[in-house]
Structure formats: structure tokens, C-alpha cells
């Protein structure tokens, strides 16, 4: 492939007899089919237009330029087709290289005055067309809309109409379903008073029981010999056992009870669904009744016109309300009997704890005596050993100081001792200061190991006097404890009979 780059543009030639045009030749370039010998007849019902040629042209390109698409003509009709495509003229490569031909192809023209001429008629008669046709279908609009107007409004009447009947008819069950709410609410809570005072009753007893098994529990915490199974403990057991049989009593009254406020609150919730579903179906109906053409938040919701989402009619709707209400009533009535069995059984058990009560806290108080005796005597050993631990402290802090202080001294000889290495020749002897200051040395850790063992042992009498003191402060602890358990725990719980404000309900 050569520099060059051809292009194939149309050139206008004139009529000639011959009517024929120069051949269209292929030089280097794109792939392209070779024809050779095909010319081009003019028509004959217009004899003037010019004859199509195929000239070549060579482009030289500019140094350091490659040809573009304004240089080359893509376009080419593939080897084989039955027809040629039709190539325009290119006036601008034209014009710079033959001003001449390209002013000469802009004065022809593609279409004859004939042509023209039938264009504007055919523009004439669908104009026409076109307008006879919208005249009538103006007449067939305005009578459409006025009988789709007619039909919207009565449309939008008689939902208006259904939504008012429907709100009459949703009130009226809402308010049968509300009072009987409200009178289900009151009995339910007359029978709630009568099961807090069978609970009350409970745990009331409850309170003196827990308190006799804190006494038990507290005096099992009791350490050594004083865990004795004394008399107030005897006592602390009978009492236990009174106050469960009392508590059984009334926990089976209590267990009906329960069963009877669930069937009031299940009936309840039934009536509080009922009114809540009604309430907001009033509230979407009359939001649906008071809309209109001009109403805000209205809008397009595709589709729900096929969606159903109702799941009643009319007579099941009505009758699902009366048979709640049919239910609450008899729910009420079966509440009403039941609180006349509650008031009889609180009284008489509380009764029965009363006795066991008394005879605990009169054994508790005995107890108490005997322990807070034993207590006194082992306070004063217990000082005693205390003040001795105070003055064997002090002097192991003497031994110490003692032994701190002879660290000064051995640093002197030992210094003296290290200085004296330092004499030169003959003047490093074995001299008496030599042999005293090793001696010093010797005396000095003879003196330290010696305090250090009587450190030892004045540490080691520490420690017994501790385990003397240890021993003494453990019993004085369990009797301590004892006597805060006697009279601190248990009759400081048992100072008052904790069932009395349930007796005078």
C-alpha cells in the first residue's frame, strides 16, 4: 500500500450523443471490488440531468498527517450487490481542486418541478383531511365527557350514600361494645380487690413465715458449740408448719380466683379488639365520606380495584359483635358469684399463726441471756492478749532499728579493710590494726546474726500470741454471732406481729 489514498467523488458531466461516463477505476486503498466497462444511462424522460461519473483522485497527505474520514469516502457497496450505491458529491474536496465542476454540480438539483408540485398538493389535501377529521371527533369529545360527568357524580352519590349508612350502623355496635366494656371493667375490678386481699392474705402469712425460716437459717450460721438444737429452735419449727397449712387454704381459693380474672380478661380483649377495630373503621369512613373532587392527599393507587381485602359480610360482621357481648355478660355473672367466697377464709387463718408466734419470742429471749454472759469473759482475755501483741511489737521494731544500725559500722571496717590492700610492697602486713579491724568484722556479724535470731524468736512468739488472739477472737465471733443472731436477727424480726393489718381487713 502506497502513500497515496484515493477517494472517489462525483463529478458532473455534460451531455453528450455518446452518453456515456469515464470508468470507474480502483487504485490502492481499502479492499474494494473492480469494475471495469460499467457506465451509467442517463434516464431518458429527463434527458438534462447530469451524468453520475467516478473520478480519481489522488491526496497527498501533509508531513506528519494521516488521512481521516473528511480525506476518505467509507462509504463502498461490497463485491457482489445488485445495485450501486448512490455517491454524493463532494463539493468541498471538489471545490479546492476544481472550483469549476463544484459550482456547476450546486445548480442541479434532485427533484423536478413536477415532483414539487404533487409534494405540496399531497401536504393540501391531508391538511384537509385531517381537519374535517378532527371537527368531528370535537363533537363526539364534548358528549362524552358531559354523559362520563353525569355518570361520576351519581357514582360518587351513592358511595357517599353506602358510607353514611355504614357509619350508623358501625356506631351503634360500638357503643353496645364499650358499655358493655365499661361494666365488664368494673366487675373485673371488684374481683381484682377481692384477689389482692386473698393475696394480701398470703403474703402476710408469708411475712412471719419468711421470718421463721430467717431464724432457722441465721441459727444454722452458728459456728462451734453453739450449734445447739435449743428449745428456740424446737419452737421456730412448729411455727413453720402452721403457717403453710394456713397459706394452703387459701392458695386453692386464690387458684379459682386467677381462672376467673382470665376469663374476664380474655372476654375483655375481645371487647377492646372489637371497639378498637370499629373506632378506627369509623375513622378511615368518615375520612372516606368527607372526600370529594377537591380534597387533599387523594392520589392514583394502580390495581385496588381487584384487591379484596375483606374477610366478612354484613351478617357474620353483626353477629361476631353480639356474640361478644352475649359472652362478656355471662362472664360478669359468674365474677359477681365468686367474690361472695373470698371474705370468709382470711380471718380465720390468720388466727392460727398467732400462738406460735408468742412462744418463739419467749424462748429466743432466754437464749440470748446465756450467751451475752460467756461474751463478757472472753472480751477481757481477749484484751489482755491484745496489750501483750503491743509491746512485743514494739520491741521487734527495736530489733530492727538495732539491726539497721549496725550497717554503718560494717561499711567503716569493711572500707578500712579494702583501703589497707592498697599499701605497697614490704607495708602490706598482717599488723595489729590488720588483725583488730578482722575481728570488728567478725564481731560485727557475730552481733548481727544474734539479733537476728532473737528477731526470730520474738517473731515467732508473735505469731502464737496472734493465734492465741485468733482463737480468743473466733469464740468471742460465734458468741458474738449467736447473741447478734437471738437477739438482733431473729427478735429484731419478731418484734412485731407482721398479720395484723390483714386481720382488721
Known amino acids: 500500500m502506497t502513500q497515496s489514498e484515493t477517494v472517489l467523488y462525483s463529478q458532473l458531466q455534460p451531455w453528450s450523443s455518446v452518453g456515456?461516463?469515464?470508468?470507474?477505476?480502483q487504485v490502492a486503498g481499502p479492499p474494494m471490488p473492480t469494475r471495469i466497462g460499467q457506465y451509467y444511462q442517463t434516464p431518458r424522460p429527463h434527458p438534462w440531468r447530469p451524468t453520475l461519473g467516478y473520478e480519481t483522485v489522488e491526496v497527498t497527505p501533509l508531513p506528519n498527517q494521516h488521512a481521516t474520514n473528511a480525506m476518505v469516502d467509507p462509504c463502498y457497496t461490497?463485491?457482489?450487490?445488485?445495485?450501486?450505491p448512490l455517491k454524493f458529491p463532494n463539493l468541498v474536496t471538489g471545490f479546492e481542486r476544481n472550483p469549476a465542476h463544484a459550482a456547476r454540480a450546486a445548480l442541479y438539483t434532485r427533484y423536478t418541478p413536477l415532483e414539487w408540485t404533487q409534494s405540496n398538493l399531497k401536504h393540501y389535501n391531508e391538511s384537509d383531511t385531517n381537519r374535517n377529521y378532527s371537527e368531528r371527533l370535537r363533537g363526539d369529545f364534548i358528549r362524552v365527557m358531559r354523559e362520563t360527568d353525569e355518570k361520576t357524580a351519581q357514582g360518587q352519590r351513592e358511595s357517599g350514600r353506602r358510607l353514611g349508612e355504614r357509619l350508623t350502623d358501625t356506631t351503634f355496635w360500638r357503643n353496645e361494645a364499650r358499655t358493655e366494656?365499661?361494666?365488664?371493667?368494673?366487675?373485673?375490678?371488684?374481683?381484682q380487690d377481692s384477689k389482692r386481699a386473698i393475696d394480701k392474705a398470703i403474703i402476710d402469712i408469708e411475712a412471719p413465715l419468711h421470718i421463721?425460716?430467717?431464724?432457722?437459717?441465721?441459727?444454722?450460721?452458728?459456728?462451734?458449740?453453739?450449734?445447739?438444737?435449743?428449745?428456740?429452735?424446737?419452737?421456730?419449727?412448729?411455727?413453720?408448719?402452721?403457717?403453710r397449712n394456713a397459706q394452703a387454704k387459701l392458695k386453692c381459693l386464690a387458684g379459682k380466683v386467677v381462672d376467673q380474672l382470665r376469663n374476664n380478661r380474655a372476654a375483655q380483649h375481645e371487647l377492646e379488639t372489637d371497639v378498637r377495630s370499629k373506632e378506627g373503621a369509623l375513622g378511615i369512613d368518615n375520612i372516606c365520606h368527607q372526600l370529594n373532587n377537591f380534597s387533599k392527599g387523594i392520589n392514583y393507587y394502580g390495581g385496588i380495584e381487584k384487591f379484596d381485602p375483606t374477610v366478612s359480610t354484613t351478617q357474620t360482621w353483626a353477629e361476631n359483635s353480639n356474640r361478644i357481648v352475649q359472652r362478656s355478660q355471662a362472664e360478669r355473672g359468674r365474677s359477681a358469684q365468686m367474690?361472695?367466697?373470698?371474705d370468709n377464709l382470711i380471718n380465720t387463718?390468720?388466727?392460727?399463726?398467732?400462738?406460735?408466734w408468742?412462744?418463739?419470742?419467749?424462748?429466743?429471749?432466754?437464749?440470748?441471756?446465756?450467751?451475752?454472759?460467756?461474751?463478757?469473759?472472753?472480751q477481757m482475755h481477749l484484751h489482755k492478749v491484745q496489750q501483750e501483741l503491743f509491746d512485743l511489737e514494739k520491741n521487734i521494731e527495736l530489733l530492727k532499728k538495732a539491726i539497721i544500725d549496725k550497717s554503718a559500722p560494717v561499711k567503716v571496717a569493711h572500707t578500712r579493710l579494702e583501703a589497707r590492700t592498697h599499701r605497697k610492697d614490704i607495708e602490706l602486713c598482717r599488723d595489729q590494726a590488720q588483725d583488730r579491724l578482722v575481728n570488728e568484722v567478725r564481731d560485727l556479724q557475730d552481733s548481727i546474726e544474734y539479733l537476728h535470731k532473737k528477731l526470730q524468736e520474738a517473731e515467732a512468739q508473735h505469731q502464737q500470741l496472734l493465734k492465741t488472739r485468733v482463737n480468743l477472737e473466733e469464740d468471742l465471733h460465734n458468741k458474738c454471732n449467736s447473741l447478734f443472731i437471738d437477739r438482733e436477727k431473729c427478735m429484731g424480726m419478731r418484734r412485731s406481729f407482721p398479720i395484723t393489718a390483714t386481720i382488721k381487713y
Request: charged fraction near 30%; proline fraction near 3%; charge should be negative.
Open 20 to 25: 456515456a461516463t469515464p470508468c470507474m477505476e
Open 78 to 84: 461490497p463485491y457482489g450487490m445488485a445495485t450501486e
Open 181 to 191: 366494656l365499661e361494666r365488664l371493667l368494673t366487675e373485673s375490678s371488684l374481683l
Open 212 to 243: 421463721a425460716q430467717e431464724c432457722l437459717y441465721n441459727r444454722e450460721k452458728r459456728s462451734g458449740v453453739e450449734l445447739v438444737h435449743d428449745s428456740p429452735e424446737q419452737c421456730l419449727l412448729r411455727e413453720i408448719e402452721t403457717y
Open 339 to 342: 367474690r361472695s367466697d373470698i
Open 349 to 356: 387463718c390468720a388466727q392460727e399463726v398467732w400462738d406460735a
Open 358 to 378: 408468742s412462744n418463739s419470742n419467749n424462748a429466743l429471749a432466754r437464749r440470748a441471756a446465756e450467751t451475752l454472759e460467756v461474751k463478757s469473759k472472753l
